[in-house]
C-alpha cells in the first residue's frame, strides 16, 4: 500500500507542472486486453484440496478509459489515465469440475507522451507513451454459471498492485475539432505478484485502444 501512495504521489507531482500548461485534450477509448504470460496460462501443482494440476486461463478483456492530455510543448505532453478492464477465464483440472473465473481491474495513472512530429500541441500524429499506474484488482472463482456476488459460491482475492504500462499511439486528423486515436500498449504488474506468497500472478496483457480524442 506505501508502494502505491508514494506512486500516487509521484503521478500528481508529474502532472502539476503540465496544469498550467496549453489547453488539455480529453480521450475516450475502448480497449481490448489481450493476456500474456501467466495471465493468459498458469498451471499449479497438485494440493491437498485439488489432486490433480490445475490450469487457469484468461480470455480477450474487454475496458475502457478516459484520458486527459496536457500538453508541455510541441513534442512532450503528461496524460491523466482512468481505465477499467473486465475478464473471464476458466480453471480447469482433470476430474474436477471447470471453475469459471473473472478479473476486474481499475486503474489510476499517468502517462508521459512523446510526439515523434511535434504534434502535442494538437495531439496530432504518432506518440511514445510511458506511465505507471495504481491498479485495484479483484479475482474471482466460481463453481456457478451464475456469479453470487454476495454468497459463498465466489470466492474473491483483492489487490493493489503497481504497474507500468509502455506503447505507442496514433491520432488521426488534421486541424482542429475531434481526432480517431488508435493506441497499443503492453500493461506489466510490477508488485504484489509473489507466487510464493500465494499473491496473484501478474496481469499482464497487451493493450489495443481505439477512441476519440477533443
Known sequence: MHILKFSALAIALAITPALAAQEPHLGFGINLGFPTGDF??????????????QTDGY???????????????????????FNIMSTNGTNTATGYKDLNLKHELFGIGGDMQFFLNGGALRHRGTYLLLGASADFERFDRSDSSTWDWWGDSTDTTRKSRLAGTAGIGHSFGYGGGTRFNLEVAFHKTL???????????????????????F
Open 59 to 81: 480470455d480477450v478483456g474487454i475496458g475502457g478509459q478516459l484520458t486527459v492530455s496536457f500538453p508541455v510543448d510541441p513534442t512532450f505532453a503528461v496524460r491523466m489515465n
Open 40 to 53: 493468459r496460462s498458469k498451471t499449479y501443482p497438485p494440493n491437498a484440496d485439488v489432486l490433480a494440476e
Open 191 to 213: 508488485s504484489g505478484n509473489d507466487l510464493a506468497k500465494h499473491e496473484p500472478p501478474s496481469a499482464d496483457f497487451m493493450k489495443v485502444s481505439f477512441g476519440w480524442v
